[in-house]
């Protein structure tokens, strides 16, 4: 079983997603990724084929590390109950999803409609910002954030692969050994 808290407005989330190789780079050479030369293996990716493959279960909780990460974070759960998490997922941890999360949109739900129209193509718009403006997922926020504490969240990202806890990006290459073991 995988957890991860997480938090779209985060940085450091971004680099553990590996879908923003150009915040991976300016972090530092610790952060760049293997297919840009390094060795960094962002956790996300070997954990969505863990989970997609039948190996682990998966679990995406939100937790606010950086605070603009809200809105985004009800489009994922909006994005959940029509099977696209990843699809939404993907777009918003790119470089343009970084910029819009924390630049334009802010946790400002009269934003809804910017948010769901960067989200087309992976989701249909019209049905992403009703879903984002019922504010259905708000009350869900404050659940994970008290899930976080009561696992001993100490920021984000913050894997648990089963019971070895991972604070921070960490390579994926740092946790396999956690993985193996549970096999």
């Known amino acids: 079983m995988i957890v991860e808290?997480?938090?779209?407005?985060?940085?450091?989330?971004?680099a553990a997603s590996g879908k923003n190789s150009a915040l991976n780079k300016q972090m530092g050479g610790q952060f760049l990724?293997?297919?840009?030369?390094?060795?960094?293996?962002?956790?996300?990716?070997?954990?969505k084929?863990?989970?997609?493959?039948?190996?682990a279960g998966f679990v995406w909780l939100y937790a606010n590390g950086h605070g603009n990460g809200e809105l985004a974070t009800q489009a994922f759960y909006c994005a959940?109950?029509?099977?696209?998490?990843?699809?939404?997922?993907?777009?918003?941890?790119?470089?343009?999803?970084?910029?819009?999360i924390n630049t334009t949109v802010k946790n400002d739900k009269?934003?809804?409609?910017?948010?769901?129209?960067?989200?087309?193509g992976?989701?249909?718009?019209?049905?992403?910002?009703e879903c984002l403006e019922s504010g259905k997922y708000a009350n869900?926020?404050?659940?994970?954030?008290?899930t976080a504490q009561s696992m001993g969240f100490e920021g984000t990202p913050y894997f648990i692969i089963n019971t070895t806890r991972f604070v921070g990006a960490y390579s994926f290459t740092e946790m396999q050994g956690a993985v193996d073991e549970a096999k």
């Open 33 to 47: 990724l293997k297919s840009d030369g390094g060795s960094y293996v962002a956790p996300e990716e070997e954990i």
């Open 140 to 146: 869900r926020l404050s659940e994970d954030m008290t």
């Open 110 to 120: 009269t934003k809804s409609g910017i948010m769901a129209d960067f989200l087309k």
């Open 80 to 100: 959940n109950e029509k099977g696209k998490f990843w699809e939404v997922h993907d777009k918003l941890m790119s470089a343009e999803g970084y910029e819009l």
């Open 5 to 14: 808290f997480s938090d779209p407005s985060c940085p450091y989330c971004h």
């Open 122 to 129: 992976a989701v249909d718009p019209k049905s992403m910002k």
């Open 49 to 55: 084929k863990l989970a997609d493959s039948g190996k």
